[in-house]
């Protein structure tokens, strides 16, 4: 379903940057599900590049029942640009929703001035991808901007519209990167350092996909997964507290 979203990014990453490999833990890489009857894998990738700190991204594939694509790049720290985060999730074809948006920092008007007005007009011309759904594990105001892509969508649609938003959205973020100021000031960075530490922190906490990877993979591998790849700067210690 989103591997030619997948095959999209990889190619894009290749011919904007100068990328090397970012380890991944052992045993996180990948994994094949034991239960159920319907076999799910899960694989991840992840590179990083002078601008981009750590770009990631996974793909569970779960034959009908499920098919997932998630991503998140992470800008270098002397960067203030948002990070870009994007959750394709499709269930037994019927239930498709996607997630896609530059997750802001700040909320400062010069910050959403620089950073997401830009995205505006993208956004305009993808109307249906921007539902206003309401969202019951995140805060829509927390890391996410008033123009992100936000739908439940059937399969064709995300073929005709979902693909050029995809490419829309990726070709806006790669010119943001390319005319971004860097940041000189160790306080400045320092402050990028800390905002970036409070969005692995946020979204590990409230990860709605623990669920998911725990029916497939076991609670243990999935609570590894959480907090020493898709959010490892996020502290485990949190958990216990925030959820349930
Ligand atoms: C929702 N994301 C979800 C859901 C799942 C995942 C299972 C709930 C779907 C439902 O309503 O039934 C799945 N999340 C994943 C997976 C990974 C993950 C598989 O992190 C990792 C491999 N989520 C993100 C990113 C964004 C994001 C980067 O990881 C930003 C674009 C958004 N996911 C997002 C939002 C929802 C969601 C906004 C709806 C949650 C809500 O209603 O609050």
Redesign the pocket.
């Known amino acids: 379903m989103f591997a030619p979203f997948k095959e999209y990014l990889e190619e894009e990453l290749f011919k904007h940057f100068d990328l090397s490999s970012r380890s991944i833990p052992a045993g996180l890489e990948a994994n094949v599900s034991a239960r159920g009857k319907n076999p799910a894998t899960?694989q991840?990738w992840c590179y990083q590049a002078e601008q981009l700190r750590k770009i990631r991204y996974?793909y569970?594939d779960a034959g009908e029942t499920a098919q997932?694509f998630?991503?998140?790049i992470y800008p270098a720290y002397h960067y203030d640009i948002p990070?870009l985060?994007?959750?394709f999730?499709s269930?037994g074809k019927k239930?498709i929703?996607v997630?896609?948006?530059f997750?802001p920092l700040f909320r400062d008007r010069a910050y959403i001035d620089r950073y997401i007005e830009p995205m505006r007009e993208i956004r305009d011309k993808y109307n249906e991808l921007a539902q206003n759904?309401?969202?019951?594990?995140?805060?829509?105001n927390q890391?996410?901007s008033k123009y992100?892509l936000?739908a439940k969508l059937d399969s064709e649609t995300v073929v005709n519209k979902l693909f050029p938003a995809f490419q829309a959205y990726l070709a806006l973020y790669w010119k943001m990167v390319a005319e971004a100021t860097p940041l000189t000031n160790p306080e400045d960075i320092q402050r990028i350092v800390a905002a970036q530490k409070e969005y692995d922190q946020y979204?590990a906490d409230?990860?709605?996909?623990h669920?998911?990877?725990s029916s497939y993979f076991g609670s243990e591998w999935s609570e590894k997964?959480?907090y020493e790849f898709?959010f490892e700067d996020a502290s485990p210690l949190a958990v216990s507290t925030a959820r349930k």
Do not use: H, T, W
Request: charged share 20%; no cysteine.
């Open positions: 899960i991840s996974s569970i997932v998630n991503s998140v990070l985060g994007v959750d999730l269930f239930k929703l997630v896609m948006d997750q759904l309401e969202m019951k594990f995140y805060d829509a890391y996410f992100l936000f979204s409230r990860d709605p996909a669920g998911l990877f997964f959480l898709l």
